[in-house]
């Protein structure tokens, strides 16, 4: 992938700052730690600035965030602010966002300016405090790799309001960022920064360069200069770039190389005719430029701004319209196919998983396996004890006879040595033979049809690994991996299905008509064992507002939001039903996530707290849906 540069911000900018001046905020979202999505609006509509502050995905951009009622947009466009919207919802969100929104909500942006050459933007605010008083507010975005981060800071003052990332001296020794303290910049780098250097100074850069020493010396010049931290040798024209200059990216210094069309390894600089001013030319119009050219190739491995990488009539580039659009469709189809890839490798990491256990218990299956002839010797051992009762005597240990079968190998000439209990009589040594006899047959029994059933499993784990190897999107891996935890749950012993509660009590659940399962506590233990034991954190729970009653819970699958309305009705109505409530009247139910929902005494079952509650009022008069009569029964 390719981080986002310099250059990139400078694109995003040029075709945004227009946009986002003299907009009033009207929210502010707080998408992750390290995420924010700034809704501006104006009399012309409400646009969305994104900023990350994520150490691999950091960028900013514009995004659309359509009208509710605006029926004719695309799809796409519709779910576009889908994809940034708080996860956070109703509940509480972080320290950061409250304290942007108490600052910035109502705020108008008048000022919007990168630091030359960096990857530092200030987005200046005027505010206006609680008592009529104004002041300019700066949220900072410092998208600098790992050292990313989203900084609020009094103009005036300099001292920090928040930041989305907290650096104290144990975690840096350069600056600390903390609240109340001054805003410091980053550091600056020891070297020169290619968009603010004059021309002269990089004419004479690239004409040291074609005049240098050779690679070896430089690089053993470099080691004396600092022998602690001894260097790669700079062999290649990316690399001098790289490495003599700040303001560039590695990727963007591929792309000055091909815009050259010179070859990139340094030795061969000085031979080739026009060096020096093909460089120079260049990156001054790397420098100058503010005409952009938009695209990516369709393998995600870069983006250009420049257009330099491209050949005419090359299909393997996307071309965009602008530079915010690029950036992000970039990064969400970068984040889309790194997500893909992970659930592809935890699904086949649990394929493995399993496979491996059911190849160890096909193994101990097969130890099982005793050959028919080991056997069918134990009854022929019984047999022949029975037969010759006449010629055992009390207190004998062993019995010689002649082998009547043939198929039974012996050391001895064809004498049969049969092993006796002396503190057993003749008759009770043959049923210990049989009884031997019985159990092994019935192990192989029960060994071979363990590995009848695990080479079936095998099977089906392996058609879901190949399954998961061509899935061609997320939808298609998302369905393999419900399969997979189907099958987990199915192939269960039936004692761990049915979830046994204290007593002989046994956790009662229904199907709506939905096809979501719903579990029902009818008692205090029942009620605690569906807390403690069966709730996932994503399933939603059920209780009557302020009556005691039943704990009613819907299994929420990963693959799945929110059930739809009618099962959440009918969840409802069974815990109306099941309470303390009067029958025939409205009862208001509250329901919310079980992760939201905590024990509070482990002495008293079923006691709990809750918090994040929404309500539903159901009537109890209305007919009884068809799922809760084997409750009534």
């Known amino acids: 992938m390719q981080p986002f540069d310099a250059l990139s911000i400078r694109a995003v900018l040029l075709e945004s700052k227009a946009l986002l001046l003299n907009r009033k905020v009207d929210k502010v979202h707080q998408l992750a730690r390290d995420e924010i999505l700034v809704n501006l609006r104006s009399k012309g509509g409400t646009i969305g600035l994104f900023i990350s502050a994520q150490s691999v995905y950091g960028r900013m951009c514009l995004v659309k965030i359509p009208s509710s009622q605006d029926s004719t947009k695309d799809q796409g466009e519709s779910n576009l602010f889908e994809r940034y919207r708080s996860k956070y919802g109703t509940n509480t969100p972080p320290n950061f966002c409250i304290v942007l929104r108490r600052h910035l909500t109502g705020a108008t942006l008048v000022g919007v300016e990168q630091l030359p050459g960096e990857r530092v933007v200030d987005f200046v605010f005027s505010c206006v405090d609680e008592v009529g008083g104004a002041s300019l507010k700066v949220l900072t975005a410092e ?39 001054i805003y410091e910049r980053p550091p600056v780098q020891d070297r020169p920064n290619l968009f603010l250097i004059e021309d002269e100074s990089l004419r004479t850069a690239i004409r040291e360069l074609r005049h240098s020493s050779s690679n070896k010396e430089r690089h053993e010049d470099a080691e004396e200069q600092k022998e602690t931290k001894p260097t790669r040798p700079v062999v290649t024209l990316e690399q001098w770039l790289l490495t003599t200059f700040t303001g560039l990216g590695k990727h963007l210094c591929e792309e000055v190389v091909a815009g050259t069309g010179l070859a990139n ?55 965009f319209t602008s530079a915010n659009d690029l950036i992000e469709n970039y990064f969400r189809l970068l984040e889309a196919k790194e997500l893909y890839l992970q659930l592809k490798e935890k699904i086949k990491s649990e394929i493995n998983t399993e496979s491996s256990k059911l190849e160890e218990r096909k193994s101990t299956a097969q130890s099982h396996l005793s050959p028919n002839r080991e056997l069918e010797t134990l009854k022929d ?24 079968n043939t198929d039974n190998n012996t050391d001895n000439g064809g004498i049969v040595k049969i092993e006796l209990n002396p503190n057993l009589t003749a008759v009770q040594n043959a049923q210990v033979y049989y009884r031997r006899y019985a159990k092994a047959r019935a192990r192989k029994g029960a060994a071979q049809s363990t590995i009848s059933e695990v080479d079936k499993r095998l099977s089906i784990l392996n058609d879901l690994r190949s399954k998961a190897d061509k899935a061609p999107d997320m939808n298609e891996l998302q369905r393999i991996k419900d ?35 719903i579990y029902v506590g009818r008692n205090k233990n029942e009620n605690d064992h569906l807390i403690g034991k069966i709730a996932n954190p994503n399933d939603l ?93």
């Open 143 to 181: 998208i600098m790799g790992r050292h990313s981060n989203l900084i609020f800071w009094d103009k005036e003052t300099r001292k920090i309001l928040a930041a989305s990332h907290a650096v104290t001296k144990e975690m840096s020794r350069q600056r600390e960022v903390l609240p109340n303290l």
């Open 265 to 319: 390894e340094l030795s061969e600089f000085g031979k080739q005719e026009g060096a020096e001013e093909k460089l120079f030319e260049k990156l001054k119009q790397l420098r100058e430029t503010d005409i952009f050219q938009p695209a990516m190739p369709k393998d995600l491995s870069r983006y250009s701004l420049l257009s330099w990488y491209q050949k005419p009539g090359d299909e393997s580039w996307r071309s």
């Open 381 to 404: 051992f019984g047999d022949m004890i029975l037969s010759n009762l006449n010629s055992i005597t009390a207190g004998q240990s062993l019995l010689e006879l002649d082998n009547w």
């Open 483 to 517: 399969t997979l935890a189907g099958r987990r749950q199915h192939s269960q012993p039936k004692s761990q299905k049915v979830q046994k509660i204290k007593g002989k009590a046994r956790m009662t659940s229904l199907i709506s008509s939905d096809g979501w399962t």
């Open 541 to 633: 729970w059920f209780h009557v507002l302020g009556k005691g009653g039943a704990h009613v819970l819907i299994r929420v699958p990963a693959s799945k939001q929110d059930p739809p309305k009618t099962t959440i009705e009918e969840a409802a109505q069974v815990a109306a039903r099941l309470s303390k409530s009067a029958a025939g009247a409205k009862v208001r139910v509250i329901y919310t996530r079980c992760k939201h929902v905590k024990k509070v005494d482990k002495n008293k079952p079923g006691l709990v707290r809750y918090e994040n509650e929404r309500t539903i009022e159901v009537d109890t008069a209305k007919p009884m849906p068809k799922l809760m009569k084997r409750l009534f029964n």
